[in-house]
């Protein structure tokens, strides 16, 4: 996965016609740090994914589409991938993933306690979300608005700005994310 991912990265970038220079302009991530991704030298932490999604106007999970290969009707839960971030903590298994028939997803996020998941923007403005807390205290934040949701709590947005999802030093979260493009 870590392998396809990098390739499929280094693709997007020749694809669009961008030098590594030219990318790190626009994501904000560091040219050397892009280096080493497209080489496997690293891992994208969820911060970076994000912000290349964004220089690539697409979700994460398009890139990640592009990197596995279209789901079955059924999708049994050993079939389904799971990514984690080791500094933050963070870990998505796709439970539904996009498909080109299909207009929504889902996915079941892990957040460590004490951790924090921030984006600088959303990769396409205007991404429909459903966020079900399954279990711990999540506190997220949508531009200048801050929600902090409990056990069995459902938020529902557009995303048009930046985000950031972090927990208490108490306990874990888990949650449900249903997202529909625009």
Same mark, same amino acid.
């Given at each position: 996965?870590?392998? %396809?991912? $990098?390739? !499929?990265?280094?693709?997007?970038? *020749? ?15 560091? !040219?050397?740090?892009? =280096? ?7 891992? #994208? ?6 912000? *290349?999604?964004? $220089? ?14 279209? #789901?079955? @009707?059924? +999708?049994?839960? @050993? /079939? ?12 998505? !298994? ?5 498909? /080109?028939? *299909? ?8 957040? $460590?306690?004490? %951790? ?6 959303? #990769? ?9 807390? +399954? ?8 531009? $200048? /608005? +801050? ?11 557009? *995303?048009?700005?930046? =985000?950031?999802? %972090?927990?208490?030093? /108490? =306990?874990? %979260?888990?949650?449900?994310?249903? +997202?529909?493009?625009?």
């Amino acid at each position: 996965m870590e392998a %396809a991912l $990098a390739a !499929r990265l280094k693709s997007l970038r *020749l694809q669009r016609g961008l030098s590594l220079a030219e990318l790190s302009a626009r994501s904000g991530v560091s !040219r050397a740090t892009l =280096s080493r991704i497209e080489n496997g030298e690293v891992s #994208p932490t969820a911060q970076v994914l994000g912000k *290349l999604c964004s $220089a690539f106007s697409m979700t994460l999970s398009s890139l990640m589409m592009m990197v596995e290969q279209s #789901p079955p @009707a059924l +999708i049994r839960q @050993a /079939q389904q991938r799971v990514w984690r971030d080791q500094q933050t903590g963070f870990s998505r !298994r796709s439970v539904s993933p996009p498909a /080109q028939e *299909l207009s929504c997803e889902i996915i079941e996020c892990e957040l $460590a306690a004490n %951790a924090n998941i921030s984006y600088d923007a959303s #990769p396409i403005r205007g991404l429909e979300h459903y966020l079900l807390l +399954i279990s711990g205290q999540l506190q997220v934040t949508l531009g $200048a /608005q +801050i929600y902090t949701l409990m056990p069995g709590d459902v938020l529902r947005y557009k *995303l048009h700005s930046n =985000s950031a999802f %972090a927990t208490n030093d /108490q =306990s874990a %979260a888990k949650y449900l994310l249903v +997202i529909t493009e625009p």
